[in-house]
């Protein structure tokens, strides 16, 4: 298994945490993107706590909660292709201006803001396809960065968590007969808007979600140190970077 280079692409990172993850994901949440989800709210509510913690924790911690909740998300995007994720990723979220107000930074009211509208590309920028998740996350906090300080944390977790809701909502009846295309867009869409959010909870908490995930992740499981993840269902782990006593929940890392 290859070892990830200092800057990889969003891309890049996400196929190499499927191959650390692929095997044991398969094995321990066989029931698809719906049990996936329900492990992602739980990694979001654990990186929740440990915000709320912070003055009594280690910051590493913190940092550790933010990675384990991006391999998390990417356990999710197993049941899609990452290439499609990063294009409607770009489409949802264009490098010019927020895709709803049309603006940079965003000016959208924090109710009631106009319907996505999406505008077809024809050539998507390269520093969106190939950027890395540095890129990525400095993209979205330049243009939603300050708004979300002022709403602060809690409100950056609650948009976090309804945003997971609404990629669960894709599988009720009446979606089921929806075009398998539109069906598909929308769950890129949704996602893309989980990845915004994972983004803008790790800017406001200025964790820089790129670092902590490759000193996690770069040369395999930072648990059993194996490229290829090798750990039981119910685990307790060291954080990989030197700290421990950090308990797992009782699902994949």
């Given at each position: 298994m290859n070892y990830l280079t200092p800057n990889p692409s969003l891309e890049d990172v996400i196929k190499h945490i499927h191959g650390i993850f692929l095997r044991r994901n398969g094995i321990y949440m066989p029931g698809g993107i719906r049990e996936r989800i329900g492990v992602l709210i739980v990694a979001a509510r654990s990186f929740h706590d440990a915000v709320?913690?912070?003055?009594?924790i280690s910051p590493l911690m913190v940092q550790v909660a933010a990675g384990s909740?991006?391999?998390r998300f990417v356990s999710v995007l197993d049941n899609f292709e990452t290439a499609k994720f990063v294009h409607w990723l770009s489409v949802k979220y264009p490098a010019k201006h927020c895709s709803y107000c049309k603006q940079s930074p965003c000016i959208c009211p924090s109710e009631q803001r106009p319907d996505f509208v999406f505008e077809p590309l024809t050539e998507i920028p390269?520093?969106?396809i190939n950027g890395s998740l540095h890129d990525w996350q400095?993209?979205?906090s330049s243009r939603y960065g300050d708004k979300n300080k002022e709403q602060g944390i809690d409100n950056v977790f609650s948009r976090l968590v309804s945003e997971i809701a609404e990629v669960i909502s894709l599988q009720e009846p009446q979606w089921q007969l929806a075009d398998l295309d539109r069906l598909e867009e929308e769950y890129y869409c949704e996602l893309a808007d989980v990845f915004a959010w994972i983004c803008a909870a790790c800017s406001v908490m200025d964790i820089e979600l790129q670092e902590i995930v490759l000193k996690l992740y770069s040369k395999g499981c930072s648990v059993c140190q194996k490229p290829q993840c090798e750990c039981k269902g119910i685990?307790?782990?060291s954080d990989g970077l030197g700290a421990t006593g950090y308990r797992a929940e009782s699902v994949p890392v």
């Open positions: 709320r913690k912070r003055a009594r909740l991006f391999a390269a520093e969106q400095a993209i979205l685990i307790l782990v």
